[in-house]
C-alpha cells in the first residue's frame, strides 16, 4: 500500500498531490517551450481549483508564485513575474515588541483606564457627574466579570480615586446593585449557551 506517510510532504497541500505530481514532472522536461507550456497547463489547474479568488488582482501572480515553491524555486521557465527568492522563506521573523504600558488594574483595562483620566479633567457639573456614575457602574461590572462572587462599593470608589490620581474622591455615587449585575451577567450566559446548544443540536440533526 501507497500511505501518504511513505510520501515527500507536499509544500503547499492545499493543491493536493496530483497537482504536485505535475510540477514534479515538469522539472523533468528537458526542452524549454515545452516547459513552458507545461507550467502554463499547471496555472490553469491551480486556477481552477480555486475560482473563487479569480476576482483577486494579484490572483495569477500568487500562482506563479505557488509554482515556483511547489519546485522548490528550481524550475528554470519564463516566468511572467519576478519569481519568489528562496531565501526569502528562510529568514527568522522579526521579533514582537511587546506593549510596555503598564495597566494598573488588568480586569477594568486600558481605555476605561483612559476614560477615567479624561473625566477627571472635566469641570465640575452635571456631566462630569454623569460621566463618573457610568463609569463606576462600568468599572463594578467589569469587576464582577472578574471576580463573580461580589464586591463592596467602596472598593470601586478606592479604584476610582486611585486611576484618577486622587482627582476623584467620591463615596455617594448611585451603583447599580451588586446582585442585579449578577443575574444579568448569568442571564446573558445562559442565552449564550443557550443559542450554542441550539447551534449543536442543529449541526447534530444535520449529521443524522
Not at 462630569?128 to 464586591?151: G, P, Q, R, Y
Not at 443557550?194 to 443540536?201: D, I, M, V
Amino acid at each position: 500500500m501507497d500511505y501518504n506517510s511513505n510520501r515527500s510532504k507536499l509544500p503547499l497541500p492545499e493543491y493536493g498531490r496530483n497537482v504536485q505530481n505535475m510540477v514534479d514532472h515538469i522539472l523533468t522536461i528537458e526542452d524549454r517551450e515545452e516547459r513552458n507550456h507545461a507550467a502554463r497547463t499547471v496555472i490553469d489547474v491551480m486556477g481552477n481549483l480555486n475560482p473563487h479568488l479569480r476576482d483577486i488582482s494579484d490572483f495569477k501572480h500568487k500562482l506563479w508564485d505557488h509554482l515556483a515553491i511547489m519546485a522548490d524555486f528550481k524550475l528554470d521557465i519564463d516566468y511572467p513575474y519576478e519569481p519568489p527568492k528562496k531565501e526569502t522563506f528562510q529568514e527568522q521573523p522579526k521579533k514582537v515588541e511587546y506593549s510596555e504600558n503598564l495597566i494598573r488594574y488588568r480586569h477594568y483595562g486600558r481605555i476605561l483606564e483612559a476614560m477615567v483620566t479624561e473625566a477627571a479633567g472635566y469641570d465640575s457639573g452635571d456631566e462630569k457627574e454623569l460621566l463618573i456614575t457610568l463609569l463606576a457602574n462600568h468599572m463594578k461590572k467589569c469587576f464582577l466579570v472578574w471576580n463573580k462572587d461580589s464586591v463592596e462599593d467602596q472598593k470601586i470608589y478606592l479604584d476610582l480615586e486611585a486611576l484618577s490620581k486622587g482627582k476623584i474622591r467620591r463615596n455617594d455615587l448611585s451603583l447599580t446593585d451588586t446582585r442585579d449585575i449578577l443575574h444579568r451577567n448569568n442571564r446573558s450566559n445562559k442565552k449564550s449557551n443557550g443559542g450554542h446548544n441550539r447551534s449543536q443540536k442543529k449541526h447534530r440533526k444535520s449529521n443524522n
